[in-house]
């Protein structure tokens, strides 16, 4: 199974979903390692769910803004990829030869602070992953800047994707892949998770 363009699931909770992801060919699952997180995978229930798993990446993903906090995280998980939200921490992280995705929250930045971001992060980032933590317009300026941004930086787009939209804005903005979430297994048919599964078969191969 082949998709149209590079897909990381964040928040992944358990086995079913990890499997159904990595069998329709996603790229990278996320995993919360933050025990405050309500989406939390505990090591030793990450450990099975990453032995089911096949042909994806594994990211840890953390709001940690410890240092030695984080080193004690990847010591523990070992994921293949590294995702944090604090980018004064990226110059620091790249020592452990990890990939590293750095989640931006876009409801936190105007367009210009997005641009500085950018400009100050990029180079310390293999993925810039752009998230919003609540409902989030994708309007035409934001466009604008973010068709300017992707040519130049590996965007992970995590806002503003569905099953209708996502072959137009492949189309229209030059990211590297889009980001969608995982959800909770004890929510069975959730709208975020059937969602999930649209936009998937959407892009999948012919």
């Known amino acids: 199974m082949a998709l149209k363009t ?3 699931i964040s928040n992944v909770t358990n086995l079913s979903d990890a499997r159904y992801c990595a069998g329709m060919g996603v790229d990278m699952l ?10 939390y995978v505990e090591p030793k229930k990450f450990n099975e769910i990453r032995g089911w798993v096949a042909g994806v990446q594994i990211v840890g993903e953390t709001s940690a803004t410890d240092p030695e906090e984080i080193e004690q995280l990847l010591n523990t998980y070992n994921p293949d990829l590294l995702q944090v939200n604090e980018p004064a921490l ?3 992280l790249s ?5 590293i995705i ?6 936190q930045l105007t367009l210009d ?3 500085t971001l950018f400009q100050m992060s990029a180079a310390g980032a293999d993925y810039i992953l752009l998230e919003s933590h609540s409902p989030f317009h994708l309007d035409d300026e934001l466009k604008t800047t973010l068709q300017r941004l992707a040519s130049r930086y590996p965007i992970l787009l995590g806002i503003g994707v569905s099953a209708g939209n996502v072959h137009e804005l492949l189309t229209d903005l ?15 048919g959730s709208k975020e998770f059937g969602e999930l599964m649209d936009i998937l078969e959407a892009i999948e191969e012919e």
């Open 174 to 188: 030059p990211v590297q892949g889009i980001a969608l979430s995982g959800g909770d297994e004890e929510r069975p």
């Open 6 to 8: 590079l897909v990381k």
């Open 113 to 115: 602070q997005l641009d």
């Open 90 to 92: 990226l110059s620091y």
């Open 95 to 99: 020592t452990f030869g990890k990939s």
């Open 30 to 39: 996320g995993f919360s390692m933050d025990a405050d997180s309500p989406d």
């Open 102 to 107: 750095l989640q931006v929250d876009l409801l």
